[in-house]
């Protein structure tokens, strides 16, 4: 199975900035794709999912480049509740499709 | 009530003993997964069940040996383990097994192995 890639960062802004993670994938044939936001000591829990013709959910817009194997998120307006370390998930197929976790990219959001 | 529960929240063990995580989830899904996350690597998934039977088994050693009773529980025994298996345990849930779908994941289980 191949692997999923993501910067762990930590990307350190300020509160209202604007700030974009990218997550690469190795498999063309990867399907559904998401983000999962997890706090320190805590479970993930999903974000949001990732669509072909990309999704908005307030200040959280998340899109997909198939061409370039890419699934971004772009946070707008940070506030300092964001700080979390973000995951992103691509399914792969292996016989039926298997959920794999990128490394996660961790945000602080300073005041 | 959250979706999905584990027990214990925190666990230490000697090398020796014989411990069982416990997962339960209220969601009505069929599919449920035990994960393992690590320090600064990525979440590791173990073992799938769909309808209470294995699908999935990512080359685990032997000494964890998962039990899916019903679709609603998970339990992962443990024994004679070592103190690289000390990590995060992660219980998590989805409506189907192998369709891509979102998962749902209970609070963790953190093993300490001594």
């Known amino acids: ?19 974009a993670f990218n997550c690469t994938y190795s498999n063309s044939a990867s399907q559904s ?12 829990k999903l974000l949001m999912s990732v669509y072909s013709s990309g999704n908005e959910d307030g200040r959280f817009t998340a899109q997909l480049n198939r061409a370039s194997q890419y699934i971004s998120l772009l946070i707008r ?14 399914n792969e197929p292996g016989g039926s499709y298997i959920p794999t976790f990128g490394r996660g990219t961790s945000l602080i959001v300073h005041p | ?7 214990p929240r925190h666990l ?11 997962c339960e989830q209220h969601l009505g899904h069929n599919a449920m997964y035990w994960y393992k996350q690590s320090a600064k690597k990525p979440l590791e998934l173990m073992f799938v069940y769909s309808l209470e039977e294995r699908v999935e088994n990512n080359s685990v050693p032997s000494r964890f040996s998962p039990e899916c009773p ?5 339990f ?19 409506q189907e097994a192998g ?6 994941f209970g609070s963790g289980t953190q093993l300490s192995v001594l």
């Open chain 1, 1 to 19: 199975r191949k692997e999923v890639e993501q910067d762990p960062g930590p990307f350190n802004v300020p509160e209202g900035a604007t700030v």
């Open chain 2, 12 to 22: 230490v063990m000697g090398m020796t003993n014989k411990k069982s995580l416990k």
């Open chain 1, 33 to 44: 794709f998401f983000w999962y936001r997890q706090d320190c000591r805590k479970e993930p």
């Open chain 2, 76 to 94: 992962l025994h443990l024994h004679t383990l070592q103190p690289e298996d000390s990590a995060l345990y992660l219980c998590a849930s989805s």
């Open chain 2, 70 to 74: 019903n679709s609603s529980h998970l």
């Open chain 1, 77 to 90: 307006d940070s506030k300092l509740s964001d700080s979390a370390t973000y995951l992103c998930v691509v």
């Open chain 2, 1 to 7: 009530e959250t979706g999905v529960t584990q027990t």
């Open chain 2, 99 to 104: 369709r891509g779908e979102k998962l749902f």
